[in-house]
Nanobody, 121 residues
Framework: QVRVVESGGGLVQAGGSLRLSCAASGIIFSINAMGWFRQAPGKARESVAGINSSGGRTYYADSVKGRFTISRDNAKNTVYLQMSRLKPEDTAVYYC??????????????WGQGTQVTVSS
């Protein structure tokens, strides 16, 4: 059974930074592309960033490009999202998931509990 545990969220002022972590189990982590998603209140879940299995290719939504950096450590079965220059519109619950090669489609129907990111103006 696939399981992911997201952590690292919190309350930060606009312009600040946070680093999210996602520990995965139940999958062969090193062969799966991984992605970060977010869901703001009243909005649909959206793809934010993705990374291929080796870490050599990445994807970013236009809204976060240049501010967020996705990375992974296959030895630790963990994917990270470094978020900088945060904006109030980045406020959301952030989730990670194993994804298809488009980096936007989750492979499995279940999601973790997510981690809340709140950016104050």
């Amino acid at each position: 059974q696939v399981r992911v545990v997201e952590s690292g969220g919190g309350l930060v002022q606009a312009g600040g930074s946070l680093r999210l972590s996602c520990a995965a189990s139940g999958i062969i982590f090193s062969i799966n592309a991984m992605g970060w998603f977010r869901q703001a209140p009243g909005k649909a879940r959206e793809s934010v960033a993705g990374i291929n299995s080796s870490g050599g290719r990445t994807y970013y939504a236009d809204s976060v490009k240049g501010r967020f950096t996705i990375s992974r450590d296959n030895a630790k079965n963990t994917v990270y999202l470094q978020m900088s220059r945060l904006k109030p519109e980045d406020t959301a619950v952030y989730y990670c998931a194993a994804v298809r090669n488009d980096y936007k489609t989750a492979l499995f129907p279940s999601w973790g509990q997510g981690t809340q990111v709140t950016v104050s103006s």
